[in-house]
């Protein structure tokens, strides 16, 4: 159905033809499909692909679209493990290494960027850090892979002089996204947050509960809110942020405390008479269910919970708080008592302008699976636990 000018500029105010998210969300699937996007900044552009779904027949493809040759672009923390080190900023551009006989360039790309190969592949490199450094394309590129909930590793052609960049990529066949809007998607996906619908969800141990239900405009990351009781807008509203958690929330693993956590909040809330659980699609800590499952191999190879995502290439912790606000804004809430054992939680919210008049601790007893990962939260992440 074609959108009228009119019902595009009819929701809230904003304009469907302000393509930010949109483009942002596009060329994010573009990586997932293992398809490559164009990224511009200014009158300059790299030709970008997700390192981990790397075919062989893309490199030549990228020297074919720009001269010069392709550099894999790594974070600092994975090229870190890799003995390379960006030459400025958090970006390392790296050249192609060389491959020995009967291996495949692709597949030496893929051991970059994903650390299940590195025991495999101990004697990977020496590699190379490349002679110019990493351009705002560069740094976008890597933040598109990790919105893709992709390894945040790419090969990038050359980057390369273009007056026009999104008539170029169209005339390819490629999508282009402009580095700014990749850099400030978390901030606008957040505020363009609306609530869509709400409905009655009676829990056990909470019945009246109602779920509901925020989505930006433009079809990016949903998010949901659970209302427990009627909690009033007044005061200080007992609030949890939780991060979804597919294993521990729906799985019931032992390997976190984030079940308990759930229900536990649940609970407290119900016991004092009402309050709000926000549930972030921010799975393991912001870096997605496949990429946290590899997270949990490298665990199981006995790197803690922080090294293992930097291992991945990511920071320990890659959430942002600012759709737990909006959420909070839009039902009306600006004071919070936070049920959490996490400080940065609560800067988080309020550098996103929600009050925490309060830390209400949220801990709970281990188990001999999640003891280790407990005292890591404590000893490398700051958690206030006993
Ligand atoms: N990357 C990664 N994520 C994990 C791991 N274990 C649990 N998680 C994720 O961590 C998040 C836990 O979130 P929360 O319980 O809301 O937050 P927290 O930082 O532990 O702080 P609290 O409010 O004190 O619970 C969920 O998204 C889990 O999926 C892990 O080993 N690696
Ligand atoms: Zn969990």
Redesign the pocket.
Known sequence: MAISPKTATDRGGKTLFDHTIVTVERAASELRRGRPVLAWDQQRAVVVQSAELLQEDWIDGLRSLADGEPVVGLTYNRANILHVLPRSGDVALVLLPEIMAGDSQARVIQSMADPDDDLMRPLLGPFHVAPTGAEPMHEAGLKLCKLARLLPAALFSASFDVPDAPGWAAARGLLSVAAKDIMSYDQSDAAALRQITAAKVPLAGAEQTTMVAFRPDDGGTEHFALLIGDPNRHDPVLTRIHSE?F??DLLG?LK?D?GEQLNGAIRHMQDQGGGVLLYLAQEGRGIGLINKLRAYQLQDQGFDTVDANERLGFQSDERIFGPAAQMLKIMGFDKVRLLTNNPLKVEGLEACGVTVTERVKHAFPSNAHNDHYLKTKKKRSGHLLP
């Open positions: 958690c294993t521990g693993s976190c984030c």
